[in-house]
């Protein structure tokens, strides 16, 4: 019981770095288009603030995911876990791997225009 609450604690957490350093990481591709959805400027000072902790961030949520991966694989879990668990490791990867994503992404959204 209470490992399944640690590893719930450390997959929410997991999740919120993950979110975070996948904004932090995307410093052209997301406000271009939040800009084109009529996000107003006070978004963007966010992504300003949080783009200098991209490399904390993106440690941080990997060692959180890793560790919650652990717990889980120690004790099966509930199903919702294992699906948070998933998204938070898709997030953290696509925050490490972000400045192999962003041209191909910025050619999109170029076009789209």
């Known amino acids: 019981m209470i490992r399944n609450r640690v590893a719930g604690i ?43 902790y991209r490399a904390p961030l993106l440690i941080a949520s990997g060692v959180l995911v890793g560790i919650a991966w652990c717990i889980y694989f120690g004790r099966r879990g509930a199903i919702g876990t294992v699906v948070a668990l998933s998204v938070a490791t898709v997030l953290v990867g696509t925050a490490a791997a972000w400045d192999r994503l962003e041209r191909p992404l910025l050619k999109i959204i170029r076009t789209a225009r």
């Open 10 to 52: 450390l997959t929410t957490a997991g999740l919120l770095t993950g979110t975070g350093a996948v904004f932090s990481a995307s410093r052209c591709v997301l406000p271009r288009a939040l800009g084109g959805l009529g996000v107003g400027a006070s978004a963007f000072a966010v992504l300003e603030a949080t783009s200098d």
